[in-house]
């Protein structure tokens, strides 16, 4: 069946005309949770204890035959049951239990060959009158029940910023929405917030939606109160875990020390700090310190900047070299003000 969009799938059940199978899948923990629940919706409250069913695949007890049973039943007293399968992974990626494992455990997060056979049954002829929604961050694409998932059921991926599971992204475009959704969050909640501020909240994510989330949530409660968050608000809590390690390379380059810099990265990098994350915080210090230090050097740290996301794009070169002759050309001649990153 044809992908949807969590909007499509909420304009399905607002005129209550749902498919009767969703996989939910993607990073975006958030949004697939409030779209299994708006599906529960389509019961009424009083009736929803005979007819919504939410499933953990992770419960002992709770496999593929047992969904199935439950998406099997009729609804009582209505015209639709509603059964949510969270953190379904164990089942569509199940752990694959090798040689030496004699640990009674793993047999809990092991397929069993028939009990999936019984599930994809189910989605091939599913209840007309049930809604069976599966929700998990990722899937083993090679494996039949998959497939069958994919060839019978309706597909929503919720991959936040990245979009799509493919790794390649427009850097600009994915800062540009991670700031557009730090804006909403904070407008939604009452408050204000500066837009370098904002900014920085999305940078500081790269494309990780749930650690802009996360963010998110802790400066609303720093700033509780306060008429309008602050770029400083933000360097207090969005940076204050982990500012010693992440923000290391940026704070060498604002001493001009290439040697440190160099050392900061390649220990960032080896720690599996991702590419497009230290190139974001890279373009926040030339949009916020070295525009104001020398801004003269800004137009080429722009073009340098460009040139390496392009580089990163398109697989230019190992991204550890690329980020490398980066940090060399933004160290050039910069002294930036000691005013420590946090």
């Known amino acids: 069946m044809a992908a949807a969009t969590p ?21 975006d923990e958030a949004e697939m949770a409030r779209l299994a629940a708006d599906m529960t919706a389509l019961v009424e409250d009083d009736l929803s204890v005979f007819n919504v069913d939410r499933l953990y695949a992770t419960d002992k007890g709770v496999t593929a035959a047992s969904i199935t049973e439950a998406a099997r039943t009729l609804p009582v007293m209505t015209d639709r049951r ?44 599913p209840e007309p009158q049930t809604t069976l929604a599966v929700v998990a961050a990722d899937a083993d694409r090679t494996r039949r029940l998959y497939k ?26 994915v800062a540009r929405q991670a700031e557009q959704l730090v804006r909403k969050a904070v407008v939604d909640a009452g ?54 390690d992440d923000w290391a390379v940026t704070s060498a380059i604002q001493r001009g020390d290439v040697a440190e810099a160099l050392r900061q990265l390649g220990l960032a990098m080896e720690g599996g700090a991702v590419a497009y994350m230290i ?17 003269r050097r800004v137009p080429d740290a722009v073009e340098a900047l460009f040139r390496t996301d392009l580089d990163l794009k398109s697989s230019g070169g190992d991204p550890r070299i690329l980020l490398e002759r980066l940090v060399v050309e933004l160290c050039g001649g910069v002294r930036v003000p000691a005013r420590p990153v946090r």
């Open 7 to 27: 909007a499509s799938v909420r304009q399905q059940i607002a005129r209550r005309q749902p498919d009767p199978v969703y996989l939910l899948i993607g990073d």
């Open 82 to 125: 509603v059964v949510v399968v969270l953190r379904a992974e164990k089942i569509l990626k199940p752990r694959r239990r090798g040689k030496g494992d004699d640990d009674p455990r793993e047999d809990e997060a092991t397929e069993t060959p028939g009990d999936a056979d019984v599930l994809e049954a189910y989605v091939r002829n």
């Open 148 to 173: 069958t998932l994919q060839k019978h059921a309706t597909i929503v991926e919720c991959y936040g910023l990245r979009g799509t599971r493919d790794a390649r992204v427009d850097l600009r475009q």
């Open 191 to 244: 408050q204000q917030i500066d837009p370098a501020a904002a900014r920085l909240v999305g940078e500081r994510a790269g494309t990780d939606i749930a650690q802009l989330r996360g963010d998110v949530e802790r400066l609303l409660l720093y700033a509780a109160g306060k008429p309008k968050i602050s770029l400083d608000d933000v360097l207090q809590v969005v940076s204050a875990e982990s500012a010693q």
């Open 279 to 295: 190139l974001g915080q890279l373009a926040w210090f030339v949009r916020e310190r070295l525009a104001t230090a020398d801004p």
